[in-house]
């Protein structure tokens, strides 16, 4: 993985490749993050019977995770190697959203949404 080694200096095509890179990969995270996160996933927690505690919970996640910066930021500065902890920790990024993509087709019937599921549940009255 020397590819993810700091480089003493970037050459013009390099860091044109990279900025065209970073532009797919921005337009990639705001995509992911507008339809994995709030307005879709509050509906899909209400579809599921979410109470207030638990939309709550989910409207502070952002917050949360700004707190999270800090560490990030002190491993960085540790480390010295931001490549390499960029790729390796946006990697691991992907993978939860992918997971959270897959989960109402994998998850219980009880979770799932109405148009997703084989078994048809009760109507409540």
Known sequence: MSFLSPVAEVSAPELAAGERV???????????????GGV?????ALAIGAGPFAIGLLGAIPLVAQAAQLPALMLVERVRERKRIGVWTVTAARLVILAMALLPFVASPRYQLVGWSRRRRPSAR
């Open 22 to 36: 970073l532009v797919f990969d921005a337009a990639f995270a705001n995509l992911t993050g507008a339809l994995s």
């Open 40 to 44: 879709v996933l509050v509906a899909y």
